[in-house]
């Protein structure tokens, strides 16, 4: 189906709205998926809060001029669905491989975050950063763990002073 000047402008309007907001992309090459399995991947990418679209490369590259994701326009080739990270920087990343893992012909071509292009190989690296909450965990875990042990060792000495007069005590009894 063609599209018409308005529809494009409308398609490149809402994928730069997108980009502007995006933490990263991901672009893949979906050559012989059926409509069932890419709509299950774009159930997957809506729940985990992933943008996902397929698009043009003409129009994605006019949507992300003045973008971070500028830096991809030279990899825009091909059939390629685009996925935009909209809550935390692994999401599109998490959501493409898993879908790669049951499904061999869905190839990463692209992967960029923070105005960086990244090597296609480069997703499992992305895909690992933590969720804004699992970051938040590890920072209070680091932060707490030299407190823990100050308090830990500051009450040893009076633990350590109840055992050696519970020793003296015993060894009085014994004599």
Do not use: W
């Not at 709509?39 to 043009?56: H, I």
């Not at 690992?128 to 308090?151: E, F, H, R, W």
């Amino acid at each position: 189906m063609a599209l018409n000047f308005e529809q494009k402008k409308a398609i490149v309007a809402e994928v730069a709205e997108v980009a502007s907001t995006a933490y990263s992309a991901v672009g893949a090459e979906y050559r012989g998926l059926t409509v069932e399995e890419m709509t299950a991947l774009r159930v997957q990418a809506r729940s985990n809060g992933v943008y996902l679209r397929v698009v043009k490369n003409n129009l994605v590259k006019r949507a992300v001029e003045g973008t971070d994701f500028e830096c991809i326009n030279e990899e825009l080739t091909g059939p390629l669905v685009m996925a935009f990270s909209q809550e935390d920087p692994g999401a599109a990343a998490r959501v493409i491989k898993d879908f790669a893992k049951d499904h061999d012909k869905m190839v990463v071509r692209i992967v960029a975050i923070g105005g960086k292009l990244l090597a296609p190989s480069d997703i499992d690296t992305l895909a690992k950063m933590p969720t804004y909450d699992q970051a938040i965990s590890m920072l209070m875990g680091t932060m707490k763990a030299p407190i823990q042990k100050l308090v830990t060792t500051m009450n040893e000495v009076p633990g350590k002073l109840v055992r050696t007069v519970a020793a003296i005590r015993d060894a009085k009894e014994a004599a």
